[in-house]
């Protein structure tokens, strides 16, 4: 089947630690993105990648960071320098510049 | 900036009820617009799409939506609201020359009473 897969569902973290989200996707899409969603605030955009090997950052990216390596594979870690990292991450990838973003399930990140 | 308001943070219906859901969007150009649906954690699924053409959208689970370019809203309605619609339903307007950069409402959280 089709889809985007997120490991692991849910995470925990102690602080000071960097941990690492992945997002695996087999849509053959080009563009994968990252967001974060916290009650009340709907998503936020952390950072995209249009093709391999690039990305940009969104409107969040402080204190995260992500690589592009693979066309299927856009992993995101949130390092220690983020202030605030309990949230609900979702993953999300689309085809070309006029298709749908689909997304993943999400993992929920909570920092102990 | 685009940007994207859902007047409604929470809306209670009663099963079988009609419903809309309010979306107004700020965007200088013709804008993409999207609703999603989202059950308690769970991803983003696509209820329905406009990019052009008929302001008349038909999504998925009979959800429809209509673009009104002199109200800037994409409002959602469902004519008859089932208890499995009770979920948070988010609206997104991306840009006209990509859909790839979303901007999304703060969502609204419907609850279907039996």
């Known amino acids: 089947d089709g889809g985007i897969t997120q490991s692991p569902k849910y995470l925990f973290r102690k602080e000071g630690q960097n941990v690492t989200l992945s997002c695996e996707q087999n849509?053959?899409?080009?563009?994968m993105y990252w967001y974060r969603q916290d009650p009340g605030q709907g998503l936020r955009l952390i950072y995209y990648s249009q093709i391999v090997n690039d990305f940009q950052k969104g409107d969040i990216a402080e204190g995260y960071s992500v690589s592009r390596e693979k066309k299927e594979s856009f992993p995101l870690t949130v390092t220690s320098a983020q202030k605030n990292p309990t949230a609900f991450y979702l993953c999300a990838s689309s085809g070309n510049r006029r298709d749908t973003q689909y997304f993943g399930p999400g993992t929920r990140l909570t920092v102990l | 900036a685009q940007s994207v308001t859902q007047p409604d943070i929470h809306i209670t219906v009663s099963e079988g009820a009609s419903l809309e859901l309010r979306c107004n969007y700020s965007y200088g150009a013709t804008p993409y617009l999207f609703w999603y649906v989202q059950s308690p954690g769970q991803g983003l699924q696509l209820l329905l799409k406009?990019?052009?053409?008929?302001?008349l959208v038909q999504g998925i689970k009979g959800f429809e939506a209509e673009f009104k370019r002199s109200q800037s809203s994409f409002n959602l309605r469902k004519p008859s609201v089932h208890w499995s619609d009770a979920a948070e339903y988010f609206c997104?307007?991306?840009?006209?020359?990509?859909?790839?950069?979303?901007?999304f409402g703060s969502g609204t959280q419907l609850t279907v009473l039996p």
């Open positions: 406009y990019f052009s053409g008929d302001t």
């Open positions: 997104a307007v991306g840009d006209s020359g990509s859909a790839r950069q979303l901007t």
């Open positions: 849509l053959n899409h080009d563009a």
